[in-house]
């Protein structure tokens, strides 16, 4: 199975923020030809280590969060109607007509049903329409639905994953299941290259939820170096202030959350390996598991690497595969060239 089979895998997969034990079987079949070990965390991130030949101890945790935006049941009412609200950012308005899947005692097909143009007052028209307006349909009374479905069950978008022209792809959750294809395209180079750190490749949980997972899973592995990788806009024509494209390359943050020596060694190997990248400025926050791990235990020195895609938070995601693969070659060389704890600050 080629990388992009894998991702157009993954992203059909459901894991919402709280609920992303349903990809773990997956990601051990995607990772385990190329690892030494495979291990689950407590807060239930995958992990994925590649040992080193160095005999310093040097470890480096690379990142991307496994889990999804997406629903929560929050009622049924007594005609079989299903009410939620959003885990993580949504859009309420990508949801009208949407297909689901509630994933209750057993998952339960559904469509999300609001009022239809025709019936809408003046008023409604010219205003957004909320999460509260909307309701799931599976078909069901309510004495067959709560058989299956209770209050707290997620809810996913019921959407494979498509290949575009070219190298395109587009489907729900590329915000980050494209982020854990770099960790498995690094992994396959680092297959045939030297390195001597352990590499811990992690895909991590409730980020869409505060950045949550990362925060104890790097207090327990306790890495040298921690590299995020996450998404980034990737479209000029919705954002014309961005600096990158959708298939020309990746996004090498600076700024005051990212190690200043590190990234200037990651844009030297850029530079050697001709992989296009352009610069993003963070003068703060950059909403990304970046800003925890760089203040986990004593702090950690962070770097972070972003693939372009198109309609984040949206069931419609677009990514290039080749920018995958350009950022998971950039990590292997980059953490190839580290020698030992001096070489962070050479």
């Not at 939620?84 to 899947?101: M, R, S, Y």
């Not at 809408?120 to 349909?137: A, G, H, V």
């Not at 590499?199 to 790097?218: H, M, N, P, S």
Request: aromatic share 8%; net charge negative.
């Amino acid at each position: 199975m080629q990388g992009k089979d894998h991702l157009k895998k993954l992203c059909k997969l459901s894991g919402v923020s709280g609920n992303e034990h349903l990809i773990h079987d997956a990601l051990v079949e995607i990772f385990r030809d190329y690892v030494d070990l495979t291990e689950r965390g407590k807060m239930g991130d995958f992990r994925a280590i590649k040992k080193g030949e160095g005999k310093d101890g040097l470890k480096i945790m690379i990142t991307a969060h496994a889990d999804e935006i997406g629903l929560i049941v929050t009622d049924i009412d007594e005609r079989g109607y299903v009410y939620f609200t959003n885990v993580g950012g949504i859009d309420p308005k990508t949801l009208p007509a949407q297909e689901v899947i509630i994933h209750g005692k057993k998952d339960v097909f559904g469509v999300v049903g609001a009022k239809p143009p025709h019936v809408l007052t003046d008023k409604e028209r010219k205003q957004s329409i909320k999460i509260q307006d909307m309701n799931i349909d599976c078909g069901m009374n309510k004495e067959e639905i709560v058989k299956y479905v209770s209050i707290g069950d997620f809810i996913t978008i019921k959407r494979e994953a498509i290949d575009l022209i070219g190298d395109f792809v587009t489907g729900k959750a590329i915000d980050n299941r494209a982020g854990i294809m770099v960790l498995y395209e690094c992994a396959k180079y680092l297959k045939a290259l030297k390195h001597s750190a352990d590499v811990y490749f992690v895909a991590t949980t409730q980020e869409e939820r505060g950045l949550i997972g990362v925060k104890t899973t790097a207090y327990d592995i306790n890495p040298d170096i921690g590299i995020v990788v996450d998404v980034t806009f990737g479209d000029k024509y919705a954002n014309p202030d961005i600096q990158i494209e959708c298939g020309r390359g990746v996004e090498i943050t600076i700024g005051p959350n990212i190690h200043k020596e590190l990234s200037e060694k990651l844009m030297n190997v850029a530079d050697e390996y001709g992989i296009s990248y352009s610069l993003d400025v963070a003068p703060g926050a950059t909403g990304t598991e970046s800003w925890a791990v760089q203040v986990t235990r004593e702090g950690i020195p962070t770097l972070l690497v972003s693939v372009p895609v198109k309609y984040m938070h949206t069931s419609t995601e677009v990514v290039n595969y080749k920018d995958i693969i350009r950022a998971g070659k950039l990590l292997a060389m980059f953490i190839s060239s580290l020698k030992n704890w001096g070489d962070i600050y050479a």
